[in-house]
């Protein structure tokens, strides 16, 4: 019977996990998968293996590989997760063979998967929990004290080697477990922790590891650059609980069924609040609507960008993908406007070093045909990446050398994702433009980009923005989208000179034959009382007619100044008169 609730329970939590995990964080698998580079080599691997915990490193980035698959990186996070939960209650079975506490088995599970909503989490450390569970189940099940001392030394080391900072939790479970058994001479089991003290120390003195946190915390299984939540600790202090939960309850009167049941219910209802109480804490639903964005931007799905942007935005990060995804359209200077403008950040946000902003940052410089920035920003983001750089953006810096003709270094970057298990087709594909300028010069995309390269390079960003726009446009007229985003820039800017200076520049030539309607609304903006001006740029009636209403509703509610801004948005918030009065 007991077999069988186990297994049941076993069941019931994978299957509630992998449903979860698909449904509320399938775009979050897609970006961990985006935030390692895996090679699957043996100069690659041997290298990792050579660092403390390499062994469980390099099985955690093998797995994280397969995210890219649809619903696998939910099914394999489940998986990890019962596997711990397991471990942890055969754990538990070991010290007291009548436990029927599972929430305590539980709690790791739980408080792990809170961590793993956390995109700077290296996956390393839920493998690695693993590891270290077997060993102390193992080490639990040798009954002659002097093995099992042994075998706790031993096995310390080892975890030290392949798994990293968890085993000093291992060494501290062993002395807790033997301490709290009252074994006879159980203080002998402190020569484990004095290895293990010895170990971290030294890790740290001879520079294999960089700081002490990272020796002996589980600090070690995050982003090096980044200061973890406390909810790191949590699946540690919990594992420790666990332990203490079981010999608390050894030997206790066995439950009548009807009192099981209403134990099992308690603790399905504590589980239950925990779970809900940690997902709103910890949870991502800040960052997962930026996530869906990332995967969509990352498979060109550009209609549907646009779709989750229809509602007020007021993260520029949005705005800047709904501007991109305008801009891959043609149709950022005709409905720029449709959408919540909010400056000029929404263009190209400021860069902060981190690596999604400098993904962003190169796909934005890319799309308009900035190679130098583009190549700069996905540089920045392979380094500030968790682990080995971003598939996507070696793609980048692949396509910007053979655009630049750097044929060496897109050699060796192409020979980089050559190693790996999804993007190797893709990168023999580029092989055929290496020291092949021809090839190059007849591709659409890298043709194109090739003809359009700037003499001189700032990587100024925002700050040259307008001034590397009109090079490239006047460099080469076939750059449209750089075109589009130079016009917005000015709109968005409220340069009126800087706009004018532009349509009388270029308008009536192949890039402006005809001005899209909130260039026409801004003509009227900057030259309100000069009718002529709007006819020398052929500014419809439509449009003059609507500005006339436009301007009689504020004029007629120009006293509610608190409630003007929400009046005209509902028949205005869609013109560039709004943006330029009211944003």
């Known amino acids: 019977m007991k077999k069988y609730r186990s297994l049941a329970l076993n069941v019931f939590v994978f299957l509630f996990l992998f449903v979860f995990l698909m449904i509320y964080s399938k775009f979050h698998f897609f970006c ?30 093998y797995l994280v590989q397969f995210f890219i698959i649809p619903n696998a990186g939910a099914l394999i996070t489940a998986l990890l997760l019962v596997l711990v939960g397991m471990l942890t209650n055969a754990i538990m079975k070991r010290i007291d063979l009548d436990n029927h506490w599972f929430l305590f088995a539980c709690l790791p599970v739980l408080t792990l998967l809170f961590i793993h909503l956390d995109y700077n989490y290296i996956i390393q450390g839920t493998v690695a929990f693993i590891m270290m569970l077997s060993a102390l189940y193992a080490v639990l099940g040798i009954r002659n004290i002097n093995y099992r001392l042994t075998a706790s030394i031993i096995l310390t080391v080892l975890l030290f080697v392949l798994a990293g900072p968890v085993f000093s939790l291992f060494a501290v479970s062993v002395i807790l477990c033997e301490a709290v058994n009252r074994t006879p001479k159980w203080y002998y089991f402190l020569l484990t922790g004095l290895v293990a003290l010895l170990l971290g120390i030294c890790s740290v003195y001879y520079s ?46 066995v439950l009548s069924r009807k009192m099981l049941v209403l134990a099992d219910i308690a603790q399905l209802l504590i589980l239950v609040g925990l779970f809900w109480k940690g997902i709103e804490l910890y949870g991502d639903a800040k960052s997962y609507r930026l996530k869906i964005m990332d995967y969509y931007a990352r498979m060109e799905q550009w209609d549907k960008i646009l779709d989750m942007c229809k509602k007020p935005m007021t993260n520029y990060l949005y705005i800047c ?38 993904t962003l940052l190169s796909d934005i410089y890319f799309t308009m045909g900035n190679v130098a920035i583009a190549q700069e920003m996905a540089f920045e983001s392979n380094i500030a990446s968790l682990c080995d750089g971003n598939p996507r953006m070696v793609k980048r810096l692949i396509q910007t050398n053979l655009i630049y003709g750097a044929y060496p270094i897109a050699e060796k970057y192409i020979s980089i994702l ?20 021809v090839a190059v010069e007849s591709d659409p995309l890298l ?21 590397e726009l009109k090079q490239m446009v006047d460099q080469n007229p ?18 009126m000179d800087g706009f004018k200076q532009f349509i009388e520049t270029y308008y009536g030539t192949e890039f402006l034959p005809s001005l899209p309607v909130p260039y026409q609304e801004a003509i009227i903006t900057l030259s309100e009382r000069e009718p002529d001006y709007w006819k020398r ?3 419809s ?26 009046l005209m948005s509902r028949s205005y918030g869609d013109t560039y008169w709004y943006y330029f009065m009211f944003k």
Do not use: C
Request: without cysteine; charged residues 20%; aromatic residues 16%.
């Open 32 to 61: 961990v998968e985006q935030n390692q580079l895996f090679q699957q080599s043996w100069p690659f691997i041997s290298e990792k293996l050579m660092q403390p915990g390499g062994f469980a490193l390099v099985v955690a980035e």
């Open 208 to 253: 294999f590891i960089g700081e002490y946190r990272f020796a002996f915390l589980p600090d070690g299984y995050y982003h090096i650059r980044l200061q973890p939540d406390n909810v790191i600790y949590y699946s540690w202090l919990s594992l420790l609980l666990a332990i203490l939960a079981a010999f608390v309850f050894r030997g206790r009167k």
């Open 321 to 358: 993908h709904a501007n991109m995804a305008l801009a891959h359209k043609g149709l950022l200077a005709d409905n720029a406007f449709k959408y919540d403008q909010r400056g000029l950040q929404g263009l190209a946000v400021t860069w902060n070093k981190s690596a999604n902003v400098s």
């Open 418 to 437: 050559e190693n790996t298990a999804f993007y190797k087709d893709w990168a023999k594909e580029q092989r055929k433009f290496l020291y092949n300028d």
């Open 447 to 467: 043709g194109g980009m090739r003809k359009g390269l700037l003499a001189n390079n700032t990587l100024s960003q925002i700050d040259g923005f307008a001034m």
């Open 478 to 495: 076939s750059n449209k989208t750089a075109f589009q985003y130079l016009g917005v820039f000015y709109l968005l800017g409220k340069d």
């Open 537 to 539: 740029f052929g500014v």
């Open 541 to 566: 009636e439509s449009i003059v007619q609507r500005f006339a209403d436009y301007k009689q509703q504020v004029l007629a509610n120009r006293n509610n100044v608190n409630s003007l801004p929400g």
